[in-house]
């Protein structure tokens, strides 16, 4: 059985900082295209960045150059860093794992406000 696992969100101010976390169970990073997503209330889910098995990273263009997704295969743990935190950040944030199956966990949440 498969689990992904978020952490690490929390309430920061604009200008802060937070590294979510998301500890996989069941399957191994490594051999899963993984992603986080994150969802505003009233919006669609949308994407925030990947990072494939060979490791390549994209990003969706609003938060290129201020957030890093990484992965640690010996923790089967992916991180996003995300640095230079916008209101417009805030949102219950998702762990994506794909290979055959898609896999989601149940989220944490980001809230950025002063």
């Known amino acids: 059985q498969v689990q992904l696992v978020e952490s690490g969100g929390a309430l920061v101010q604009p200008g802060g900082s937070l590294r979510l976390s998301c500890a996989a169970s069941?399957?191994?990073?490594?051999?899963?295209?993984m992603a986080w997503y994150r969802q505003s209330p009233g919006k669609q889910r949308e994407f925030v960045a990947q990072?494939?098995?060979?490791?390549?990273?994209t990003y969706a263009d609003a938060v290129k150059g201020r957030f890093t997704i990484s992965r640690d295969n010996a923790k089967n743990t992916v991180y996003l860093q995300m640095n230079t935190l916008k209101p417009e950040d805030t949102a219950i944030y998702y762990c994506?794992?794909?290979?055959?199956?898609?896999?989601w966990g149940q989220g944490t949440q980001v809230t950025v406000s002063s």
């Open positions: 994506n794992a794909l290979s055959t199956t898609s896999y």
């Open positions: 069941g399957t191994t990073v490594s051999r899963n295209r």
């Open positions: 990072i494939t098995r060979g490791g390549s990273t």
